[in-house]
C-alpha cells in the first residue's frame, strides 16, 4: 500500500473524516500532493491539497469494483491498523527525528517535511496577519466574510469566505536560523488570538492605531 500522510489542518478536517470511513473502503480523489520517495513510495498533504470522498466518476466505480474483488486483502490491511502507528509517530517525534536548521536546505533535495526544535521570533510587526481564505482549501480569495462563492482553485461551488491567520517568523535554533511562514491553528497559537478577532480589530491597511495593537498581542505572547 501507499501511505498518505496528513498535516496541519487536513489532520482534524480530511483525515479524521476519512477515519471514520475508513471500514466501508471510500474512494478517495486527491489534488495537489506532494509525492515523496520515502519506503518506496509516499504522499502527503501541502498547503493547496483538496480532498473528494467517494467521487461521482466512472474511475471510482471502478475501483469500488476492484475492491469487492480484493475485500480480503484490503480487510487484512485495514485489520493491521498501520494508520494508528503513522498518526502516533507524526504527532511525538523522537530526538532521532528533529533536524537542525543547517541541514534543511540539503536535506529538501530529497524530503519536504522536517521535525524542528526552535526558538519563535516575529521580527515584522507591520506584516499582514490574516486574509480571507475559501473555507475548504485554504487559499486566499477577494470574497467578503461569510460570503458564498464559487471558488476556482479547488472547485468548490459553495465555498465560503473566512478570515485565516498567517504570519512570517524566524525559527532560530544553535545551527543557524530560517524563515517559515505559520498558518491557521498554528499562527493563532503564535499571535495568542484568533483570525476573527484579528479581522474585527485590525486592518489590511494599516493605521497607526492597529500597528500599535498587534505590537500589544505580540508582546504579550
Same mark, same amino acid.
Given at each position: 500500500?501507499?501511505?498518505?500522510?496528513?498535516?496541519?489542518?487536513?489532520?482534524?478536517?480530511?483525515?479524521?473524516?476519512?477515519?471514520?470511513?475508513?471500514?466501508?473502503?471510500?474512494?478517495?480523489?486527491?489534488?495537489?500532493?506532494?509525492?515523496?520517495?520515502?519506503?518506496?513510495?509516499?504522499? !502527503? &498533504?501541502?498547503?493547496?491539497? %483538496?480532498?473528494?470522498?467517494?467521487? @461521482? +466518476? *466512472?474511475?471510482?466505480?471502478? =475501483?469500488?469494483?476492484?475492491?469487492?474483488?480484493?475485500?480480503?486483502?484490503?480487510?487484512?490491511?485495514?485489520?493491521?491498523?498501520?494508520?494508528?502507528?503513522?498518526? !502516533? &509517530?507524526?504527532?511525538?517525534? %523522537?530526538?532521532?527525528?528533529?533536524? @537542525? +536548521? *543547517?541541514?534543511?536546505?540539503? =536535506?529538501?533535495?530529497?524530503?519536504?517535511?522536517?521535525?524542528?526544535?526552535?526558538?519563535?521570533?516575529?521580527?515584522?510587526?507591520?506584516?499582514?496577519?490574516?486574509?480571507?481564505?475559501?473555507?475548504?482549501?485554504?487559499?486566499?480569495?477577494?470574497?467578503?466574510?461569510?460570503?458564498?462563492?464559487?471558488?476556482?482553485?479547488?472547485?468548490?461551488?459553495?465555498?465560503?469566505?473566512?478570515?485565516?491567520?498567517?504570519?512570517?517568523?524566524?525559527?532560530?535554533?544553535?545551527?543557524?536560523?530560517?524563515?517559515?511562514?505559520?498558518?491557521?491553528?498554528?499562527?493563532?497559537?503564535?499571535?495568542?488570538?484568533?483570525?476573527?478577532?484579528?479581522?474585527?480589530?485590525?486592518?489590511?491597511?494599516?493605521?497607526?492605531?492597529?500597528?500599535?495593537?498587534?505590537?500589544?498581542?505580540?508582546?504579550?505572547?
Amino acid at each position: 500500500p501507499v501511505i498518505l500522510t496528513f498535516w496541519d489542518q487536513f489532520i482534524q478536517n480530511e483525515c479524521a473524516t476519512i477515519m471514520e470511513l475508513i471500514n466501508t473502503k471510500p474512494i478517495i480523489l486527491a489534488k495537489r500532493l506532494n509525492v515523496v520517495p520515502h519506503n518506496g513510495l509516499s504522499l !502527503s &498533504t501541502r498547503s493547496s491539497s %483538496t480532498f473528494i470522498l467517494n467521487p @461521482n +466518476i *466512472s474511475q471510482a466505480e471502478s =475501483l469500488n469494483l476492484w475492491a469487492t474483488n480484493n475485500k480480503t486483502t484490503l480487510d487484512a490491511i485495514l485489520a493491521q491498523k498501520p494508520d494508528i502507528k503513522l498518526i !502516533s &509517530t507524526a504527532m511525538h517525534p %523522537t530526538i532521532d527525528d528533529i533536524t @537542525n +536548521i *543547517s541541514d534543511v536546505l540539503e =536535506l529538501a533535495k530529497k524530503r519536504t517535511n522536517f521535525w524542528l526544535k526552535t526558538n519563535i521570533s516575529i521580527t515584522d510587526v507591520s506584516q499582514y496577519f490574516w486574509y480571507m481564505a475559501c473555507n475548504k482549501c485554504k487559499r486566499a480569495t477577494g470574497a467578503q466574510n461569510n460570503q458564498i462563492f464559487e471558488c476556482l482553485i479547488c472547485e468548490e461551488k459553495e465555498a465560503i469566505g473566512i478570515p485565516r491567520c498567517r504570519v512570517q517568523v524566524q525559527l532560530t535554533d544553535n545551527s543557524g536560523s530560517l524563515e517559515a511562514t505559520l498558518f491557521g491553528d498554528d499562527a493563532e497559537k503564535v499571535l495568542c488570538c484568533s483570525a476573527k478577532q484579528l479581522m474585527e480589530n485590525t486592518s489590511q491597511v494599516y493605521s497607526s492605531k492597529h500597528s500599535l495593537y498587534l505590537i500589544f498581542i505580540l508582546t504579550n505572547y
